[in-house]
């Protein structure tokens, strides 16, 4: 696989810093059932990286600390780690919030049927990958037969209550374009969504994510593969809106790897470029962890570099849709 890093570290992106933190984002690893061409965590069945039990304490015992209250649950296929019923009984029994970021195929693959009416019971907000209402296009994207697994897991959820009105049971959808372009306007886009997900296949759901692809690890890759790197690069920065800044995930949010170490956000996390470069309330590390958290306030700097332009490009992009 390419590294983009060396194409991404000089950067004159805007220095920004961190507000209130209201959720931290837990990467429960690296492994998933399936290997998507735009994955910017290269996430895989074959990968064998997980968070262990004591690192999941160790986050809410953090998130108690400074006040979080949301539990943001990522991969991979978090459901794939041992531990995540355990993690989610115990956040929700803390009084947490949590969000699921399901992969909607995950509840079709042998050994976990139990996904759906686990998360209903425990009333998880479910943000379920569906990049296109095309099922070409999702089968080109993410394997052949996808789209159509996706489309009755999506009913499994519906059928428990999840995206009916007033059930309480919040079900988002992501989109991801399948080029390399920004997404279109995200208003536009859930409408459409909306009704042809409704018409063709009766499903209902709350809102619609529209995501921009970062352009590292695998999705990176396959653009340097493609000579298109430069190019999307230049999309980015070409639109980028200073007005975006104020709304980025990384104000009010922070990364957590399987390991426990500290980021900005998920996509530094795959860049390996720690919180805040280390500021100096965490002098001395080099690699911030939970344990750091414990005893020292949340570093307010945010390190950044090129690939930050995907959230602020456009209608901006963060890990909860458009920005504006």
Not at 72 to 88: A, I, K
Not at 126 to 151: H, K, M, T
Not at 270 to 287: D, F, I, K, N, S
Request: with cysteine; proline share 5%; charged share 20%.
């Amino acid at each position: 696989m390419h590294d983009t890093w060396p194409l991404l570290r000089e950067s004159d992106f805007p220095r920004i810093r961190r507000g209130r933190v209201q959720t931290l984002q837990l990467n429960l690893g690296y492994r998933c059932n399936l290997s998507c061409i735009h994955c910017h965590v290269a996430a895989g069945p074959r990968r064998t990286e997980r968070m262990e039990h004591e690192t999941m304490e160790l986050a809410l015992d953090v998130a108690a600390r400074h006040g979080i209250g949301m539990l943001d649950l990522t991969g991979g296929s978090p459901e794939m780690n041992p531990e995540f019923r355990w993690l989610v009984g115990a956040a929700r029994a803390a009084g947490l919030h949590v969000m699921d970021r399901l992969n909607p195929t995950i509840m079709e693959e042998p050994g976990y049927e139990w996904v759906g009416e686990f998360l209903a019971q425990h009333r998880v907000e479910a943000v379920a990958s569906l990049p296109c209402y095309s099922q070409a296009n999702v089968d080109e994207q993410r394997g052949q037969g996808v789209f159509e697994s996706s489309i009755r897991a999506l009913r499994t959820l519906n059928a428990l209550g999840y995206g009916v009105e007033g059930s309480g049971l919040v079900l988002n959808l992501v989109y991801n374009p399948n080029g390399a372009f920004l997404p279109p306007d995200q208003v536009k886009l859930e409408a459409d969504y909306r009704r042809l997900l409704a018409d063709n296949f009766g499903i209902v759901f709350n809102h619609l994510f529209a995501l921009a692809n970062m352009p590292i690890q695998r999705y990176g890759s396959w653009l340097l593969s493609k000579g298109r790197f430069a190019d999307y690069m230049a999309t980015l920065k070409g639109a980028h809106q200073a007005s975006n800044l104020a709304s980025v995930m990384c104000r009010s949010l922070i990364s957590v790897d399987y390991l426990g170490y500290l980021y900005d956000c998920d996509f530094n996390q795959m860049l390996h470029l720690p919180l805040g470069h280390a500021e100096p309330v965490l002098a001395g590390t080099q690699r911030p962890h939970l344990r750091d958290l414990l005893d020292h306030d949340i570093p307010r700097a945010i390190a950044t570099a090129e690939h930050c332009y995907g959230c602020t490009a456009g209608q901006g992009s963060s890990c909860g849709g458009a920005l504006v």
